[in-house]
């Protein structure tokens, strides 16, 4: 009787070890990101249309493509340590969405979405990225 009793709080013990580790292994779920306030003076913004986008395929590869991955899936190396997802750019939503929404969103972004403002600094090269992005769909 003694032993039964003692395999058992045996068993519940690692039993709720496991548990525990659990819920420090499984990764938390990722926050499913909100809609943006693009002020008004980006949204209208015109593509100065002299960004080509293989030279933006060329800067997102070395800026972007760590958390974004490579076709735009959001799926890159660093993406999931992040704790907000990253959208598709190859959706549809995405896609709808005006040149200069997409500038400022990649430009001056928000929270984990890094500012590369200073990092990126060339007019052309920024719209050469946009231009890489339409090339996703
Ligand atoms: C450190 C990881 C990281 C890097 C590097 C990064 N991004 Fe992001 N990006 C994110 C995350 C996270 C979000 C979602 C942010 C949110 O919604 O708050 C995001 C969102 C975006 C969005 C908005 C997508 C949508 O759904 O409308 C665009 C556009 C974007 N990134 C472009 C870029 C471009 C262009 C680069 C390179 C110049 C870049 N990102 C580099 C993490 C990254």
Redesign the pocket.
């Known amino acids: 009787m003694k032993r039964t009793l003692r395999n058992l709080i045996g068993s519940l013990s690692v039993i709720l070890a496991v548990f525990i580790l659990f819920a420090f292994v499984v990764p938390q779920d990722q926050k499913v990101?909100?809609a943006?306030a693009v002020p008004a003076k980006y949204k209208s913004m015109k593509n100065n249309q002299k960004g080509d986008a293989a030279t933006g395929k060329m800067?997102?590869a070395k800026?972007?493509k760590?958390?974004?991955g490579g076709t735009g899936l959001g799926d890159?190396p660093?993406?999931g340590s992040?704790k907000?997802?990253?959208?598709s750019?190859k959706?549809s939503?995405?896609q709808a969405?005006s040149d200069g929404?997409?500038y400022f969103?990649?430009?001056v972004?928000?929270?984990?979405?890094?500012n590369?403002e200073k990092k990126?600094v060339d007019e052309d090269e920024r719209w050469a990225?946009v231009n890489f992005?339409r090339t996703l769909k």
């Open positions: 990101s909100g943006w800067l997102y800026h972007c760590s958390c974004h890159g660093k993406a992040l907000t997802k990253i959208n750019l959706d939503k995405f969405q929404e997409i969103k990649s430009f972004g928000r929270d984990e979405m890094p590369f990126i990225i992005t």
